[in-house]
Each structure stands twice: as structure tokens, then as C-alpha cells.
T-cell receptor, first 113, second 109 residues
Framework: EAQVTQNPRYLITVTGKKLTVTCSQNMNHEYMSWYRQDPGLGLRQIYY???????DKGDVPEGYKVSRKEKRNFPLILESPSPNQTSLYFC????????????FGSGTRLTVV | GQSLEQPSEVTAVEGAIVQINCTYQ??????LSWYQQHDGGAPTFLSYNGLDGLEETGRFSSFLSRSDSYGYLLLQELQMKDSASYFC??????????FGKGTMLLVSP
């Protein structure tokens, strides 16, 4: 089954403790992105990647890092999480990168206390 | 930068037709897409317009006018399961997809 898999689904952590949210897709898509969703703000792009070793900042990159060492994986790293990073996070992949046919993961609900 | 405007909420009854409008401002334009999201679940792709005109996919249609920076999603024969949030999203470059804040559609019996 074609899918984007994110882990974990839920995470509660403390301020300053480094964490990684994993994202993997099995569709051989070149384009992958991370979004955060907050009430009333919609989905905001954090980082995106157009291929292996090619990444760039989205609209809200501060406090986040990403890497794309393999085509299928695009982990999101929070080096020193803060409470304002409490949010619902989605990873997505696409064959085109133009908004057509993005497949989203099930989401990771992160709480930083 | 990019900005999109869509209504925050729309209500309709089962069997009706509803139109959700989206206006956008962007530097560079590849296309306008629409996504559906049920209550905190994963957004799912509905439709995409790269060129002006109407795209039809079953009960859903989407329209784009690039000269007016405007598009809409048309949902026909509404069903209760269509109650969800609908997002328009504009692509101004490869992988730079900017979403609107979403329209919550409430379908009543």
C-alpha cells in the first residue's frame, strides 16, 4: 500500500530534550515536506526537499532541522524543543512538487512541557 | 510571500451544492490544489488546477482563473461524510506549497 509513515503518533517531551520525528514513504517520490498545523493557522511549511541531499527552508523553519540522506526518509529534528513547538506535525510526499497529489502521513502530535 | 483567503466556515444540507472560494496572492504560480481534512486526520488530496478552467472528479469540481487569482471547490450532492475542513493551497515553486487557513464545512441532515 502506498503510504507515508510517521513515528511516533504522539509524543510528550520536556523543554530542551532533543527529539526526532521519522518520516518514510514507499512511493519513490522525489519531493517531501514537513508541515505544522496549529488552530486557526492552517498548515505551515517547515522544510522541504526536492531530492536526496537537497533541502530548503519553508515558512517556519526556526528551531527545526531536516536531513535527506535517502530518498524514502525525511526525518524532522528538534535540537532543543520549546513549548511553542507544541503542535500537530505532518510529513508529506509528492511525485511532482507542484501541490498535485501530495500524500500526507497520519501526523505526530507533539507536546513540549 | 504568499497569502490565501478562504471563508472560515460554510454550512449546507445533505444533497445540496456548496462552493468554497479561494483567492490568493503569490509571487510565481504553478498551481492551485485542494485538500480535505477530517478532524485532525491526515489531509487528503482532492483536486489540482494548473491551468484556467474546470476540473471534475466525481462529485467534486475545482475551478481556476489565474488572471483573477481566484479558484473554487464545488461539492455536489453533499453527504454527511463531507463534513470536514477544506484547504486551498498554492504552489509558487517546486515543493513550496502554501495552504490557506481552511474552511470548515458542516453538512446537516
Amino acid at each position: 500500500e502506498a503510504q507515508v509513515t510517521q513515528n511516533p503518533r504522539y509524543l510528550i517531551t520536556v523543554t530542551g530534550k532533543k527529539l526526532t520525528v521519522t518520516c518514510s514513504q514507499n512511493m519513490n517520490h522525489e519531493y517531501m515536506s514537513w508541515y505544522r498545523q496549529d488552530p486557526g493557522l492552517g498548515l505551515r511549511q517547515i522544510y522541504y526537499s526536492m531530492n536526496v541531499e537537497v533541502t530548503d527552508k519553508g515558512d517556519v523553519p526556526e528551531g527545526y532541522k531536516v536531513s535527506r540522506k535517502e530518498k524514502r526518509n525525511f526525518p524532522l529534528i528538534l535540537e532543543s524543543p520549546s513549548p511553542n513547538q507544541t503542535s500537530l506535525y505532518f510529513c508529506a510526499s509528492s511525485p511532482t512538487g507542484t501541490g498535485h497529489g501530495y500524500t500526507f502521513g497520519s501526523g505526530t502530535r507533539l507536546t513540549v512541557v | 510571500g504568499q497569502s490565501l483567503e478562504q471563508p472560515s466556515e460554510v454550512t449546507a444540507v445533505e444533497g445540496a451544492i456548496v462552493q468554497i472560494n479561494c483567492t490568493y496572492q503569490t509571487s510565481g504560480f504553478y498551481g492551485l490544489s485542494w485538500y480535505q481534512q477530517h478532524d485532525g486526520g491526515a489531509p487528503t488530496f482532492l483536486s489540482y488546477n494548473g491551468l484556467d478552467g474546470l476540473e471534475e472528479t466525481g462529485r467534486f469540481s475545482s475551478f481556476l482563473s489565474r488572471s483573477d487569482s481566484y479558484g473554487y471547490l464545488l461539492l455536489q450532492e453533499l453527504q454527511m461524510k463531507d463534513s470536514a475542513s477544506y484547504f486551498c493551497a498554492v504552489s509558487s515553486g517546486y515543493s513550496t506549497l502554501t495552504f490557506g487557513k481552511g474552511t470548515m464545512l458542516l453538512v446537516s441532515p
